[in-house]
Protein backbone atom coordinates (compact mmCIF):
# COMPACT_ATOMS: atom_id res chain seq x y z
CA UNK A 1 0.00 0.00 0.00
CA UNK A 2 1.51 3.66 -0.60
CA UNK A 3 0.10 6.11 2.08
CA UNK A 4 -1.84 9.01 0.90
CA UNK A 5 0.64 11.36 1.64
CA UNK A 6 0.37 13.33 -1.33
CA UNK A 7 -3.45 12.21 -2.58
CA UNK A 8 -5.46 14.71 -3.87
CA UNK A 9 -7.80 15.23 -6.92
CA UNK A 10 -5.65 17.55 -9.23
CA UNK A 11 -6.31 16.42 -12.90
CA UNK A 12 -9.54 14.33 -14.30
CA UNK A 13 -8.56 11.39 -16.10
CA UNK A 14 -12.30 9.69 -15.28
CA UNK A 15 -15.38 10.89 -14.42
CA UNK A 16 -15.38 10.75 -10.45
CA UNK A 17 -12.80 12.93 -10.71
CA UNK A 18 -15.21 15.88 -11.92
CA UNK A 19 -16.75 16.73 -8.85
CA UNK A 20 -16.36 19.62 -7.10
CA UNK A 21 -16.27 18.36 -3.27
CA UNK A 22 -12.68 18.98 -2.39
CA UNK A 23 -10.31 16.06 -0.32
CA UNK A 24 -10.25 16.14 2.91
CA UNK A 25 -6.40 14.94 2.98
CA UNK A 26 -6.83 14.30 6.71
CA UNK A 27 -10.15 12.45 7.00
CA UNK A 28 -8.18 10.57 3.96
CA UNK A 29 -5.09 9.80 5.86
CA UNK A 30 -7.28 8.13 8.71
CA UNK A 31 -9.52 5.94 6.43
CA UNK A 32 -6.34 4.66 4.86
CA UNK A 33 -5.03 3.76 8.16
CA UNK A 34 -8.57 1.96 9.26
CA UNK A 35 -7.84 -0.35 5.84
CA UNK A 36 -4.43 -1.20 6.83
CA UNK A 37 -5.07 -1.81 10.14
CA UNK A 38 -8.24 -3.38 9.20
CA UNK A 39 -6.13 -5.95 6.59
CA UNK A 40 -3.32 -6.54 9.54
CA UNK A 41 -6.24 -7.38 11.79
CA UNK A 42 -7.58 -10.07 9.56
CA UNK A 43 -3.91 -11.83 9.51
CA UNK A 44 -2.41 -10.05 5.93
CA UNK A 45 1.22 -8.35 5.74
CA UNK A 46 0.68 -4.69 5.08
CA UNK A 47 4.03 -3.70 3.61
CA UNK A 48 4.41 0.06 2.18
CA UNK A 49 5.96 2.27 -0.39
CA UNK A 50 7.26 5.54 -0.01
CA UNK A 51 4.78 8.41 -1.79
CA UNK A 52 6.36 10.53 -4.06
CA UNK A 53 5.38 14.24 -3.91
CA UNK A 54 3.39 14.85 -7.47
CA UNK A 55 2.26 12.07 -8.43
CA UNK A 56 -1.31 12.14 -6.05
CA UNK A 57 -2.48 9.05 -7.47
CA UNK A 58 0.01 7.02 -6.62
CA UNK A 59 -1.48 5.63 -3.62
CA UNK A 60 -3.56 3.02 -5.91
CA UNK A 61 -1.12 0.64 -5.89
CA UNK A 62 -3.29 -1.62 -7.50
CA UNK A 63 -2.43 -0.13 -10.89
CA UNK A 64 1.52 -0.55 -10.83
CA UNK A 65 1.62 -4.10 -11.50
CA UNK A 66 0.15 -7.67 -11.09
CA UNK A 67 1.97 -10.27 -9.04
CA UNK A 68 1.29 -13.76 -9.71
CA UNK A 69 3.05 -17.43 -9.30
CA UNK A 70 5.72 -15.47 -7.99
CA UNK A 71 6.21 -13.15 -11.37
CA UNK A 72 5.78 -9.16 -11.84
CA UNK A 73 4.13 -7.45 -14.64
CA UNK A 74 4.68 -3.84 -14.57
CA UNK A 75 2.30 -0.74 -15.49
CA UNK A 76 2.40 1.51 -18.28
CA UNK A 77 -0.04 3.93 -17.67
CA UNK A 78 -2.82 5.32 -20.17
CA UNK A 79 -2.80 9.04 -18.51
CA UNK A 80 0.92 11.05 -18.98
CA UNK A 81 0.24 12.10 -15.41
CA UNK A 82 0.34 8.89 -14.05
CA UNK A 83 3.37 7.50 -16.09
CA UNK A 84 6.29 8.21 -13.59
CA UNK A 85 4.41 5.78 -10.98
CA UNK A 86 5.65 2.90 -12.84
CA UNK A 87 9.25 3.37 -12.19
CA UNK A 88 8.64 4.05 -8.49
CA UNK A 89 6.95 1.24 -7.79
CA UNK A 90 9.35 -1.00 -10.40
CA UNK A 91 12.14 0.41 -7.71
CA UNK A 92 9.93 -0.90 -5.19
CA UNK A 93 10.06 -4.35 -6.13
CA UNK A 94 13.59 -4.42 -7.53
CA UNK A 95 14.44 -3.33 -3.54
CA UNK A 96 11.96 -6.47 -2.77
CA UNK A 97 14.55 -8.70 -4.98
CA UNK A 98 11.90 -8.80 -8.09
CA UNK A 99 12.63 -8.05 -11.42
CA UNK A 100 9.64 -6.10 -13.60
CA UNK A 101 8.09 -6.74 -16.56
CA UNK A 102 7.19 -3.47 -17.87
CA UNK A 103 4.57 -3.66 -20.60
CA UNK A 104 5.08 -2.62 -24.12
CA UNK A 105 1.41 -1.19 -24.66
CA UNK A 106 -0.74 0.42 -21.80
CA UNK A 107 -1.94 -1.73 -18.87
CA UNK A 108 -2.70 -0.58 -15.56
CA UNK A 109 -1.97 -3.48 -13.13
CA UNK A 110 -4.63 -5.16 -11.15
CA UNK A 111 -7.22 -2.16 -11.81
CA UNK A 112 -7.81 -4.34 -15.47
CA UNK A 113 -6.80 -7.24 -14.44
CA UNK A 114 -7.98 -10.37 -11.58
CA UNK A 115 -6.81 -13.53 -11.21
CA UNK A 116 -9.01 -16.12 -10.03
CA UNK A 117 -9.03 -19.89 -10.43
CA UNK A 118 -6.48 -20.46 -13.12
CA UNK A 119 -7.36 -17.56 -15.21
CA UNK A 120 -6.61 -14.02 -15.24
CA UNK A 121 -10.10 -11.80 -16.51
CA UNK A 122 -8.48 -8.65 -18.44
CA UNK A 123 -10.14 -5.78 -18.50
CA UNK A 124 -10.18 -3.31 -21.81
CA UNK A 125 -11.82 -0.16 -23.39
CA UNK A 126 -10.40 2.13 -21.22
CA UNK A 127 -6.93 1.92 -20.35
CA UNK A 128 -5.49 -1.42 -20.24
CA UNK A 129 -4.89 -2.49 -24.31
CA UNK A 130 -5.96 -5.50 -25.56
CA UNK A 131 -2.24 -5.87 -27.08
CA UNK A 132 -1.06 -5.73 -23.16
CA UNK A 133 -3.19 -8.96 -22.67
CA UNK A 134 -1.87 -10.69 -25.02
CA UNK A 135 1.81 -10.41 -23.56
CA UNK A 136 -0.02 -11.09 -20.39
CA UNK A 137 -0.63 -14.42 -21.38
CA UNK A 138 3.08 -15.13 -22.92
CA UNK A 139 4.31 -13.81 -19.57
CA UNK A 140 2.47 -15.77 -17.56
CA UNK A 141 1.07 -18.79 -19.75
CA UNK A 142 -1.85 -18.51 -18.03
CA UNK A 143 -5.25 -17.93 -19.93
CA UNK A 144 -6.51 -14.64 -20.24
CA UNK A 145 -9.91 -13.60 -20.41
CA UNK A 146 -10.52 -9.98 -22.37
CA UNK A 147 -13.75 -8.29 -21.03
CA UNK A 148 -14.67 -5.30 -22.39
CA UNK A 149 -15.90 -2.25 -20.30
CA UNK A 150 -18.61 -0.12 -21.57
CA UNK A 151 -19.31 2.98 -18.73
CA UNK A 152 -16.54 5.49 -18.03
CA UNK A 153 -17.82 5.65 -14.20
CA UNK A 154 -16.75 2.00 -13.99
CA UNK A 155 -13.26 2.66 -16.66
CA UNK A 156 -11.10 -0.25 -14.50
CA UNK A 157 -12.06 -4.24 -14.11
CA UNK A 158 -11.62 -3.84 -10.72
CA UNK A 159 -14.60 -1.14 -10.31
CA UNK A 160 -17.05 -3.66 -11.72
CA UNK A 161 -16.05 -6.95 -10.77
CA UNK A 162 -13.96 -8.61 -7.98
CA UNK A 163 -13.16 -11.99 -7.37
CA UNK A 164 -14.62 -13.60 -3.87
CA UNK A 165 -12.34 -16.89 -4.00
CA UNK A 166 -10.30 -19.65 -6.43
CA UNK A 167 -14.27 -20.14 -8.27
CA UNK A 168 -16.38 -16.96 -8.09
CA UNK A 169 -16.81 -13.58 -8.46
CA UNK A 170 -18.73 -10.30 -8.31
CA UNK A 171 -20.17 -8.28 -10.62
CA UNK A 172 -21.98 -5.49 -12.35
CA UNK A 173 -23.19 -7.02 -15.55
CA UNK A 174 -24.19 -3.82 -17.33
CA UNK A 175 -20.54 -2.25 -16.80
CA UNK A 176 -19.56 -4.65 -19.67
CA UNK A 177 -20.53 -5.30 -23.39
CA UNK A 178 -22.82 -8.26 -24.55
CA UNK A 179 -20.52 -10.63 -25.13
CA UNK A 180 -17.99 -10.24 -21.93
CA UNK A 181 -21.85 -10.34 -20.04
CA UNK A 182 -22.66 -13.94 -21.81
CA UNK A 183 -18.30 -14.97 -21.38
CA UNK A 184 -19.15 -14.36 -17.29
CA UNK A 185 -22.03 -16.12 -16.95
CA UNK A 186 -20.60 -19.31 -18.86
CA UNK A 187 -17.61 -18.64 -16.74
CA UNK A 188 -19.21 -17.78 -13.23
CA UNK A 189 -22.54 -19.12 -12.96
CA UNK A 190 -23.27 -18.71 -9.42
CA UNK A 191 -21.85 -15.10 -9.68
CA UNK A 192 -22.59 -12.56 -6.73
CA UNK A 193 -24.81 -9.96 -9.69
CA UNK A 194 -24.52 -6.99 -8.02
CA UNK A 195 -27.25 -3.35 -8.46
CA UNK A 196 -25.49 -0.60 -10.18
CA UNK A 197 -25.87 1.28 -6.96
CA UNK A 198 -23.40 -0.80 -4.99
CA UNK A 199 -21.35 -0.62 -7.49
CA UNK A 200 -21.69 3.07 -7.79
CA UNK A 201 -20.77 2.85 -3.91
CA UNK A 202 -17.69 0.99 -4.83
CA UNK A 203 -18.84 -2.16 -3.46
CA UNK A 204 -16.92 -4.14 -6.08
CA UNK A 205 -13.78 -2.15 -5.71
CA UNK A 206 -13.15 -5.08 -3.11
CA UNK A 207 -10.59 -7.19 -1.57
CA UNK A 208 -11.66 -10.85 -0.52
CA UNK A 209 -9.15 -13.36 1.06
CA UNK A 210 -11.78 -15.86 0.25
CA UNK A 211 -13.36 -15.40 3.54
CA UNK A 212 -13.19 -11.91 4.65
CA UNK A 213 -14.27 -9.60 2.02
CA UNK A 214 -13.24 -5.65 2.60
CA UNK A 215 -15.53 -3.70 1.56
CA UNK A 216 -17.47 0.22 1.00
CA UNK A 217 -20.30 0.10 3.97
CA UNK A 218 -22.11 2.56 1.38
CA UNK A 219 -23.08 -0.67 -0.74
CA UNK A 220 -25.54 -1.90 1.75
CA UNK A 221 -27.33 -4.87 -0.47
CA UNK A 222 -23.93 -6.28 -1.66
CA UNK A 223 -22.72 -6.34 2.24
CA UNK A 224 -26.07 -8.10 2.84
CA UNK A 225 -25.98 -10.25 -0.20
CA UNK A 226 -22.81 -11.30 0.74
CA UNK A 227 -23.31 -12.66 4.25
CA UNK A 228 -25.68 -14.52 2.88
CA UNK A 229 -23.19 -16.08 0.83
CA UNK A 230 -21.19 -17.19 3.93
CA UNK A 231 -18.71 -14.54 3.33
CA UNK A 232 -17.60 -12.41 6.30
CA UNK A 233 -17.76 -8.25 5.69
CA UNK A 234 -15.44 -6.22 6.92
CA UNK A 235 -16.67 -2.83 6.04
CA UNK A 236 -14.02 -0.15 5.28
CA UNK A 237 -15.17 3.20 4.54
CA UNK A 238 -12.63 5.15 1.54
CA UNK A 239 -15.16 7.96 0.54
CA UNK A 240 -12.42 10.17 0.24
CA UNK A 241 -11.06 8.37 -2.01
CA UNK A 242 -14.02 7.67 -4.48
CA UNK A 243 -13.61 11.58 -5.21
CA UNK A 244 -10.77 10.79 -7.67
CA UNK A 245 -12.05 7.14 -8.85
CA UNK A 246 -11.02 4.96 -6.34
CA UNK A 247 -11.72 2.11 -3.25
CA UNK A 248 -10.14 -0.65 -1.25
CA UNK A 249 -8.92 -2.71 -4.09
CA UNK A 250 -7.42 0.53 -6.00
CA UNK A 251 -5.26 1.16 -2.83
CA UNK A 252 -3.94 -2.61 -2.50
CA UNK A 253 -1.59 -4.10 -4.62
CA UNK A 254 -2.18 -7.94 -3.59
CA UNK A 255 1.47 -9.77 -3.81
CA UNK A 256 1.08 -13.19 -4.77
N1 LIG B 1 -7.58 8.51 -10.25
C1 LIG B 1 -7.12 7.19 -10.56
C2 LIG B 1 -7.24 6.96 -12.06
O1 LIG B 1 -8.21 7.37 -12.65
C3 LIG B 1 -7.89 6.18 -9.79
C4 LIG B 1 -7.37 4.80 -9.95
C5 LIG B 1 -8.18 3.80 -9.20
N2 LIG B 1 -7.58 2.52 -9.20
C6 LIG B 1 -8.19 1.39 -9.54
N3 LIG B 1 -7.54 0.28 -9.36
N4 LIG B 1 -9.38 1.36 -10.07
O2 LIG B 1 -6.39 6.36 -12.66
Known amino acids: MCPPEHFDVRYAINPWMSGDAPVDTARAAR ?27 MVFAANAALCLHG ?9 PERRPESAAYEKWFAADGQPVRRPESSCEGE ?8 LILAGTGFRTS ?20 TDPYFYHLDTALFALDDENVAYLPEAFSAGSRQVLERLFP ?11 AFGLNSVSDGRHV ?17 YVPVPVDLSEFHKAGGGIKCCTQEIR
Open 111 to 118: GDLVPVGG
Open 190 to 200: RAVRATRDDAM
Open 31 to 57: QWETLAAAYRAHGHTVDTITPEPDLPD
Open 130 to 149: RAAHAEIQEFFGVPTVALHL
Open 71 to 79: KVFGSSFHA
Open 214 to 230: FVAPQATGLVDRLAQEG
